[in-house]
């Protein structure tokens, strides 16, 4: 069964800063991958995705991250962060296959941004 | 603007009664999902349809109901048989998926349930 690993549950950054969150993931092809933002009591927002071909891709509010297979990871990377960034960020992997539609979620890793 | 539409925001009940949270969507999408969030918590899939009148249920299926009577709705049903009900409910919908291609979900806002 597919499984997705954040290990960092909060971290907490300064303001212009870099950032790397981490994901790691466990499944058997090549999956497909997410990332989402949740503000506090809000839904889901998707930030970007991957699905074949360039390993690196570039999401919204620029972000960017990086599949590497041979570390089944799919960590999201901003290189300045700003204040408004401060929410949960959840990883989450598909089955490429077949018409499974399974989404499996990580269990998030808040982001603190200090001033 | 097209979306998804969940209410109410925060819904409080007490326990041992049943209630059902409203989800309504007008991105044409045929698929439509149930998320369950618990603080700490990634999402857990409740149930999902992938056509109207036809719904699978998820990885924590007991204790909920839905109906899919509709394209557009799949409201979701707690019932006094789910043991721990306080949480945030997620309602999600995408295209439905082709064999070997998957299509993000699109999620609606949540709704709070307190049960007291």
Not at chain 1, 93 to 110: D, E, H, I, P, R
Not at chain 2, 16 to 24: A, F, H, I, R, Y
Not at chain 2, 91 to 102: H, L, R, T
């Amino acid at each position: 069964a597919q499984s997705v690993t954040q290990p960092d549950i909060h971290i907490t950054v300064s303001e212009g800063a870099s950032l790397e969150l981490r994901c790691n993931y466990s499944y058997g092809a090549t999956p497909y991958l997410f990332w989402y933002v949740q503000s506090p009591g809000q839904g889901l927002q998707l930030l970007l995705k991957y699905f074949s071909g360039d390993t690196l891709v570039q999401g919204i509010k620029g972000f960017e991250a990086e599949f590497k297979r041979s570390q089944s990871s799919f960590n999201l990377r901003k290189p300045s962060v700003h204040w408004s960034d401060a929410a949960g960020y959840f990883c989450a992997v598909a089955n490429s296959g077949g018409s499974n539609y399974k989404l499996t979620f990580g269990k998030g890793t808040l982001l603190t941004v200090n001033p | 603007d097209g979306g998804i539409t969940q209410s109410p925001k925060y819904l409080f009940r007490k326990e041992g009664q049943n209630v059902t949270l409203s989800c309504e969507q007008n991105l044409n999408h045929d698929a439509m999902y149930w998320y369950r969030q618990d603080p700490g918590q990634g999402l857990r899939l409740i149930y999902y349809s992938q056509i109207v009148n036809d719904f699978q249920k998820g990885d924590i299926a007991e204790g909920y109901s839905v109906s899919r009577e509709k394209k557009e709705s799949f409201p979701l049903t707690v019932t006094s048989a789910q043991k721990n009900p306080t949480a945030f409910y997620l309602c999600a919908s995408s295209i439905v998926m082709e064999q070997g291609f998957y299509n993000e979900q699109f999620f609606g806002p949540g709704t709070r349930l307190t049960v007291l």
